[in-house]
């Protein structure tokens, strides 16, 4: 019998979705050449308002280096999954509908936290679901690797790279703000391999007297210029001891809802150093995947089509220590991987003289 998989591509975009989508594809052909392999338009989006591309093996072909999706992603939030939509239709029913409508043998998906939460509501509904884990944040629990992480940490360090030169020309304070979302993975890479003197992550509060002491500090130094890579969803000491929602308050009371922005209000309120910031933003996941990851976004779609072949239903991908394997869904939906304050990474950069803005770095 003709194999019958669908695919899919949701949540936040990345540069190795393609990539991903490639892996997975040659490999399936490869396994069962006469697979009909069913491209979800839009993510989730797509599953439920049955629209799909009947994929041919050729538009497999030319991805490895192209960003984006040739999909279209969109985010359906989980939150909502269980809702019915705007003409008062069960969700998880549509999807259900168009999977057996197509007699689909397996759903895969490639998505990042909330997409792999909506992937096991799907598996629990009797869908055959894997997963591939997609993000730039390597937030996912249960990986030790993401793929899009490496390509976006590419950019982030460019822009710290850039940054740096004209931070040294002008003798500035720059405060670089790196993707990341509530985890600080991308934020400690980049810092590191560009050279940031303080890097600011939300697993460790920071403590803004803490920062200026810090750049005060290279002043006394000689060192004119201080490069700040700050996580988006850093916090100070006195935020990360609020409650949810008095933390939500007060972001909402801010006349800015950019972390590096706000924090560079806070800091030019102690010291006299010209401070400028940039946002490289969205920039970190686009263009081209750097061939690290497309070796990880092969390997992901290489061993999600093993999964389909072995049965392997209601998995994510993930990578252990340098092995591709599989674990149980329930597993990983709704944890995130957040990065140890003992880390060793932060270890040895503290070594080398970075500080993470906390009263501990004195
Ligand atoms: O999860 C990937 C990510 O780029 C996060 O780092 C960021 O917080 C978020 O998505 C941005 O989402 P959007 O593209 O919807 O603005």
Not at 106 to 129: E, R, T
Request: with cysteine; net charge neutral; aromatic share 8%.
């Amino acid at each position: 019998m003709r194999k019958r998989i669908g695919i899919l591509t949701s949540g936040g975009d990345c540069q190795s979705l393609n990539a991903t989508m490639r892996g997975f594809a040659k490999a399936m052909y490869r396994q069962e050449p006469d697979a009909c392999i069913y491209g979800f338009v839009n993510g989730y989006w797509g599953l439920m308002y049955n629209e799909y591309i009947e994929m041919t093996p050729d538009q497999f072909s030319g991805l490895l280096t192209r960003g984006g999706t040739i999909l279209g992603t969109s985010r359906q939030s989980f939150k909502y999954m269980s809702e019915p939509d705007e003409n008062g239709m069960d969700k998880v029913e549509l999807m259900k509908g168009t999977y057996s409508r197509l007699k689909l043998d397996a759903l895969v998906v490639l998505g990042g936290n909330g997409s792999i939460k909506s992937a096991q509501l799907l598996a629990k509904n009797g869908l055959n679901v894997v997963a591939l884990p997609k993000t730039i944040d390597n937030d996912l629990y249960g990986t030790d690797l993401t793929f899009g992480f490496h390509s976006a940490l590419d950019v982030a360090t460019y822009a710290i790279d850039c940054v740096h030169t004209t931070a040294a020309s002008h003798s500035r304070v720059f405060i670089v703000e790196i993707m990341g979302h509530k985890v600080g993975w991308l934020t400690l890479y980049a810092g590191i391999a560009g050279g940031a003197d303080i890097i600011l992550l939300p697993e460790i509060p920071y403590s803004v007297d803490a920062i200026c002491r810090g750049i005060a500090r290279r002043r006394s130094q000689d060192h004119k210029f201080t490069i700040i890579a700050v996580a988006e969803g850093a916090k100070s000491v006195e935020e990360a001891a609020m409650s949810k929602k008095d933390y939500k308050k007060a972001l909402s009371e801010r006349d800015t809802t950019s972390a590096a922005y706000h924090l560079a209000q806070e800091i030019q309120k102690s010291i006299q150093a010209e401070v400028r910031v940039t946002v490289p933003g969205h920039m970190q996941r686009g263009g081209s995947p750097t061939p690290y990851d497309r070796l990880i976004a092969t390997r992901c779609g290489a061993a999600g089509a093993k999964a389909v072949k072995d049965g392997k239903f209601g998995v994510l991908v993930v990578f252990k220590n340098g092995k591709t394997t599989t674990i149980p869904l329930e597993e990983t939906a709704g944890r995130l991987k957040t990065v140890p304050a003992d880390h060793p990474l932060i270890q040895e950069a503290r070594a080398v003289g970075i500080s993470f803005g906390s009263e501990d770095d004195d």
